[in-house]
């Protein structure tokens, strides 16, 4: 079904999540699909977002812009993270209801879930337990932004129609990727890396670990979907699967591997015939980190792009990128 056109303004556009919202939108019909480059807005800026949404007027946002990086990214620059968050959160959520915005999707980030929660991570464990201290001050700033959304639903829900609510994704992959060599995520690093061995004949890959831990993984483009989904659901029916005060709702694939599995999978995928062997010595990090997206399951939604076909894809990404050996 095509939704109606509206003015849509997707806040980082260029970013793996937004740049797939921005191709869903499309896919749909939106025609009225406003994006500004970090040059051309500077959403720390208080005054200029005002001035953006003054201008713009749009009347839908999707707040997918972070400053985001890895764990040596989150502990050498602390400050920067929680700042530069909490700020491009607060100006875009509070000029959003300056300016008659009711519909908003906020997206946080896993790592919102106390470092020893339950698995699967449910939404109910949200401040029930420290956070992972590595990207402490990223993850406290994504439960700003859910709270930020709540408490503007509380106070301006009935008197001004305002309706935003959040979303949080599990591990993304997919076109748009980071695929640098020191500061991407799993599934890139390892293409990149079975590429290069694939391309210089080595006889084996290392890999990190005993290879047992098992991770989650989403395409990027059903993530575009569900926060489609989500943010055109009616409000009764999202108020009868969520609380006030947890509003949020996970969006996972419903099943993990382990990282021996992915291993195989990506190699397999790039064409590497060489062998892969596990450093037992380097550490496994947490044995399990799977999203409960039972909620989302409920409303509806279930992923559609299975890991195999997925990796075909982003293995295609990464031929076509810059940073392609």
Request: aromatic residues 8%; proline residues 6%; glycine residues 8%.
């Amino acid at each position: 079904m095509t939704a109606e056109p509206q003015k849509i303004y997707v806040a980082g556009h260029r970013g793996m999540v937004g740049s797939a919202i921005v191709r869903t939108l499309a896919a749909q019909g939106q025609t009225q699909i406003v994006t500004s480059t970090h040059a051309e807005l500077d959403l720390t800026n208080q005054a200029a977002v005002q001035a953006f949404f003054e201008a713009e007027k749009p009347s839908q946002v999707y707040l997918a812009a972070a400053k985001v990086g890895g764990i040596h990214a989150n502990n050498t620059f602390p400050a920067e993270f929680i700042y530069q968050n909490l700020m491009v959160q607060a100006n875009v959520i509070e000029a959003a209801f300056r300016n008659g915005v009711q519909k908003l999707l906020f997206l946080g980030s896993s790592c919102i879930y106390p470092r020893m929660a339950p698995q699967p991570m449910a939404e109910s464990s949200l401040l029930t337990g420290p956070l992972e201290p590595t990207n402490e001050p990223y993850a406290i700033a994504k439960i700003a932004g859910i709270k930020l959304c709540e408490s503007y639903n509380r106070q301006y829900g009935a008197s001004h129609g305002v309706d935003y609510r959040s979303v949080m994704p599990t591990n993304l992959y997919g076109p748009g990727d980071n695929y640098h060599p020191e500061n991407s995520h799993v599934i890139p690093a390892l293409i990149r890396r079975f590429h290069e061995a694939k391309l210089s004949n080595s006889p084996s890959v290392t890999i990190w670990g005993s290879g047992t831990p098992k991770r989650e993984f989403l395409y990027v483009d059903d993530m575009a979907a569900a926060c489609v989904f989500v943010m055109n659901l009616p409000k009764v029916t999202l108020d009868a699967h969520t609380q006030p005060m947890q509003s949020h709702i996970n969006v996972g694939f419903g099943d993990d591997v382990s990282i021996k599995e992915l291993a195989l999978a990506v190699g397999n995928t790039v064409g590497y015939q060489g062998d892969i062997d596990f450093d037992t010595n380097k550490p496994d990090g947490a044995p399990r980190k799977l999203m409960d997206s039972g909620r989302l399951n409920a409303l509806g939604w279930q992923a559609q792009v299975g890991l195999e076909q997925g990796l075909v894809q982003a293995y295609q990404d990464f031929l076509n990128s810059s940073f392609r050996a």
